[in-house]
């Protein structure tokens, strides 16, 4: 596994993409509307900036009322998504998503939930 992307949720994602571009040199990979939101993909070194902006209500419109903008979750990069979430199960990590579902870019993912990593949603990621 290894680093794959820090979701950032925000009211404007355009906006933050400019101020990133700006202020660090990060250039737009990818951008789509998905899942009630629109995401932008921000190249940086190894990995990506994915700013989560909604555009209905969803789990980013209520993360944004709850908490206000900010990181939402940190994705970690797997080549066996299936394996992943069973090592995640033989540790007693409680799962978002039993199973892998449609992500950005066409990718599987899964959640794990917070209460049993840390403090923070992960999502693994496979290409």
Known sequence: ???????????DAQELAELYSDLFGLAVAHEEEF??????????????????????????????????SGIHHLALATEDI??????????DVSLIDEEPRPGAWGHSVAF??????GGILLELVEH
């Open 35 to 68: 899942d009630g939101m629109r995401v932008v993909f921000l190249e940086c070194g190894d990995g990506y900036f994915e700013l989560l902006e909604p555009f209905e209500d969803g789990t980013i419109a209520q993360y944004l009322e709850a908490n206000g």
């Open 112 to 117: 794990l939930h917070p209460k049993d990593t």
């Open 82 to 91: 299936e394996a992943a979430l069973e090592t995640a199960r033989e540790h």
């Open 1 to 11: 596994m290894h680093f794959e992307h820090a979701g950032i949720a925000t009211e």
